[in-house]
């Protein structure tokens, strides 16, 4: 057990919709990192966000969006969704933003489909 | 533009002997290196990592390597086991990008008994 915990597990949603994955770190850790699996693919990375501000930006879709509360937990919200969004969405933590080699724990991610 | 690469989409390899995992990367300025195990329906977990400034990091089964000057890293399990079998990815991370990783399109390994 990472200590990351994703929710929902499963998300079956239509085209143009919108939905919003949710994401709580581990205890302690301060930046939080979405990434996305496509079929077959590595993870590529979406959007990294440290102590509520965001720290780094990937190939994320302007139909996307994440924002880090103060809580710390953070949720991604993906909206006008596309077949080609559905993948796994995967949550990460650590206890840096940058400048440590600590890594990344990941939580078991959210497998959405677009139908 | 893939940065890291795993270009052996799988291996097999009987227990008890070694499997040896490869990756090679294109970004000259990564200066940290982690590898990743994933079991189906789980998210990656932490293997082993290394700073540029090592060639070689120890843990209990496994090692990795690093050759900066091919840009080539590998992961090697020794020896290997049946609950080894996964996916691998390998990761590298720029400073100062952030700690962020690029990932690989990773390996699966398949350990048979």
């Known amino acids: 057990d990472s200590g990351v915990t994703q929710t929902p597990k499963h998300l079956i949603t239509a085209t143009g919709q919108r939905v919003t994955l949710r994401c709580s770190p581990r205890?302690?850790?301060?930046?939080v990192y979405w990434y996305q699996q496509s079929l077959d693919q590595g993870l590529q990375f979406l959007i990294q966000y440290y102590n509520g501000e965001e720290r780094a930006k990937g190939n994320i879709l302007e139909r996307f969006s994440a924002q880090q509360f103060p809580d710390l937990h953070s949720e991604l919200n993906l909206s006008s969704l596309e077949l080609g969004d559905s993948a796994l969405y995967f949550c990460a933590s650590s206890v840096a933003g940058q400048g440590t080699n600590s890594p990344l724990h990941f939580g078991n991610g959210t497998r959405l489909t677009v139908t | 533009d893939q940065q890291v690469k795993q270009n052996s989409p799988s291996l097999s390899v009987q227990e008890g002997r070694i499997s040896i995992l490869n990756c090679d990367y294109t970004?000259?300025?990564?200066?940290?290196f982690l590898w990743y195990k994933k079991y189906p329906a789980e998210g990656p977990t932490f293997l082993i990592s290394i700073s540029s400034i090592k060639d070689k990091n120890e843990d209990g089964r496994f090692t990795v390597f690093l050759n900066k000057s091919a840009k080539h890293l590998s992961l090697h399990i020794v020896p290997s086991q049946p609950g080894d079998s996964a996916v691998y990815f390998c990761a590298a991370r720029r400073m100062e990008y952030g700690n962020k990783l690029v990932f690989g399109a990773g390996t699966i390994l398949r350990v048979k008994s």
């Open positions: 205890s302690g850790d301060l930046s």
């Open positions: 970004n000259s300025m990564f200066d940290y």
